[in-house]
């Protein structure tokens, strides 16, 4: 993989080429200051807001608001205290931004939106009403580590671990987008060569019925608005297809990489033999409730949820197993 196709897939780069096709957002530069907040890894603390105190979340709390954490002037915490940061003109920019969004919106750095933070916000989703849930989201994600230091990890001819600059892509929040209308789509030499459901944690029956209609509706789609207009020769896009089968465009991703392959691997992806326009396109869904995968963004690490043989509970339970033998074997050795 080469770093100009991961730069593709970075928002406010594909963005104002396809806005006609995508959810409404508006792209605003982060400042390095807010950019270095994002990195440090010291103690948590939210940036003082100068307009929405009383927006943050109830189970986040403040603590220097509080009265028992008051210290007194001379003695020893004093020093400890460290004056949250602020980023007033940022703020500012981000509240005209929500505001012409009608009030809500998802956040996204270049590439990636915090998924595995929705449990810590009031409402668990990524709505986000305020700078001081935009900065609660962002602050709390490791998924947007990716972003702020990995995106070029797989590239062979990285010069750098991060882009030069870094956008909030605030994009107008759509609370009624139903999971199992998600696809991730995979190009491959200018061809359409799979297409995945993206929610694979679920068995949605209907998805069956409807499935030769969603493929000729994405691969239109992909044919009119993507083929000729994105430059990679190989890569992945995101889509929402609508109840009255119009799709949307979500995001693009990199061939490979940290992109998951969801229903697919790599390696049969490379495989698919492909140059027909017309060829019909290898289209997976669930299609029974044994084979939905475990979650990916439950904020669980994915081993935890991995029984499969060779992982690391499959590991764990061979030894447990083993031991288990011997103790029964030799039960005085154990006491
Ligand atoms: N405008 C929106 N309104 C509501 N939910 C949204 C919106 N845009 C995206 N989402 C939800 O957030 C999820 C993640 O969005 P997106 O694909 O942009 O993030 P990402 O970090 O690039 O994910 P991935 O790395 O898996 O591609 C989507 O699958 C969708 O469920």
């Known amino acids: 993989m080469r770093v100009e196709e991961v730069n593709r897939c970075q928002i406010n780069n594909w963005y104002p080429k396809f806005k006609g096709v995508s959810f409404e957002t508006i792209i605003q530069e982060l400042p390095e200051s807010f950019v270095d907040y994002l990195n440090d890894s010291g103690p948590f603390i939210l940036p003082a807001s100068?307009?929405?105190?009383?927006?943050?979340?109830?189970?986040?709390?403040?603590?220097?608001?509080e009265d028992d954490f008051q210290v007194a002037e001379g003695s020893e915490d004093e020093a400890e205290y460290v004056a949250p940061p602020s980023f007033p003109e940022l703020e500012q920019a981000i509240k005209k931004s929500i505001d012409s969004l009608g009030g809500a919106v998802i956040p996204k750095l270049?590439?990636?939106?915090?998924?595995?933070?929705?449990?810590?916000?009031?409402?668990?989703?990524?709505?986000?009403?305020?700078?001081?849930?935009i900065a609660l989201l962002l602050k709390s994600s490791d998924s947007l580590v990716h972003d702020l230091s990995h995106a070029y990890d797989s590239c062979t001819d990285k010069t750098s671990t991060r882009p030069s600059t870094f956008f909030l892509a605030l994009r107008k929040w759509y609370r009624s987008l139903r999971p199992e209308m998600e696809f991730r789509c995979f190009v491959r030499c200018h061809n359409l060569v799979g297409i995945s459901q993206r929610e694979v944690t679920g068995f949605y029956p209907a998805l069956i019925e409807k499935k030769d209609d969603i493929r000729a509706s994405i691969h239109r789609f992909f044919l009119e608005n993507i083929k000729s207009k994105f430059e990679s020769e190989a890569y992945a896009f995101d889509v929402y297809v609508k109840s009255n089968g119009h799709v949307k465009l979500v995001d693009f991703n990199p061939w490979g990489g940290s992109t998951i392959p969801l229903l697919f691997d790599w390696e049969e992806l490379e495989n698919i033999t492909s140059n027909e326009e017309n060829m019909t396109v290898d289209f997976r869904i669930i299609e029974s409730q044994c084979t939905v995968r475990p979650g990916l963004k439950t904020a669980v690490p994915f081993d935890y949820l991995d029984t499969s043989e060779g992982s690391g509970w499959d590991?764990?339970?061979?030894?447990?197993?083993?031991?288990?033998?011997?103790?029964?074997?030799?039960p005085e050795a154990v006491a």
């Open 50 to 65: 100068s307009v929405d105190q009383d927006a943050l979340p109830n189970r986040v709390h403040n603590p220097y608001d």
């Open 315 to 330: 590991d764990f339970l061979r030894k447990a197993d083993v031991q288990l033998q011997q103790q029964t074997k030799f």
């Open 110 to 133: 270049n590439w990636s939106v915090p998924k595995d933070t929705a449990w810590i916000s009031s409402t668990g989703t990524l709505k986000c009403t305020s700078f001081s849930e």
